[in-house]
């Protein structure tokens, strides 16, 4: 953990499971009406448990294989909330959430980047991916507690059928298809 990741959770603790819990359940009930927020939380899903295959993994091959299962639906995801939902998010007059989200998720390519390098069965490497997941939870919180909720009140109903269909289209861009089937467990 670096000094500014030391600094910054003395000064800002990281969210609760609880509050986590209670952002997505709040999230999950605006989806019903928002079909692009009903797939990122989806994504978000497939992300949470990629980490967890890859966590639980015991062998390099496995390791190996759930980091690329992860960084596919990761990548897709968030390339497709860069090119559709993070410029909705500026349009509505949410600039700085928009721009914290496009830099956190810069920063989780590079780590992937970096935990690519590492050997699968280290503590290094695994410390790295706990490191990653955690930053992404974050991300995904704030997504699920303000900035997502934010701009479900501030679109109407036919530019939010326009971000779903680009949301959509963005993901099945890079992941093939518009909400990910489940990702296999390693052999």
Request: hydrophobic residues 40%; negative net charge.
């Amino acid at each position: 953990m670096s000094f500014l990741d030391k600094f910054v959770a003395i000064v800002a603790p990281p969210e609760s499971d609880q509050d986590r819990a209670d952002a997505r359940r709040n999230a999950e009930e605006i989806s019903r009406d928002h079909g692009w927020l009903a797939m990122a939380l989806e994504h978000h899903r497939q992300i949470e448990a990629a980490f967890e295959r890859a966590r639980g993994s015991g062998d390099a091959a496995g390791r190996l294989q759930a980091m690329k299962e992860l960084a596919l639906v990761l990548n897709g995801h968030s390339l497709a909330e860069e090119t559709v939902l993070y410029p909705a998010l500026v349009e509505h007059s949410e600039k700085v959430g928009a721009t914290m989200a496009y830099e956190e998720q810069q920063m989780t390519k590079v780590q992937m980047h970096m935990l690519e390098h590492l050997d699968p069965m280290s503590q290094e490497w695994l410390d790295k991916l706990e490191h990653i997941r955690g930053a992404v939870l974050h991300h995904m919180y704030q997504e699920e507690s303000n900035w997502f909720l934010d701009l479900a009140r501030k679109t109407d109903a036919t530019e939010g059928a326009m971000l779903t269909q680009r949301f959509a289209e963005e993901f099945d861009r890079y992941a093939g298809h518009a909400i990910p089937e489940p990702l296999s467990q390693p052999a």
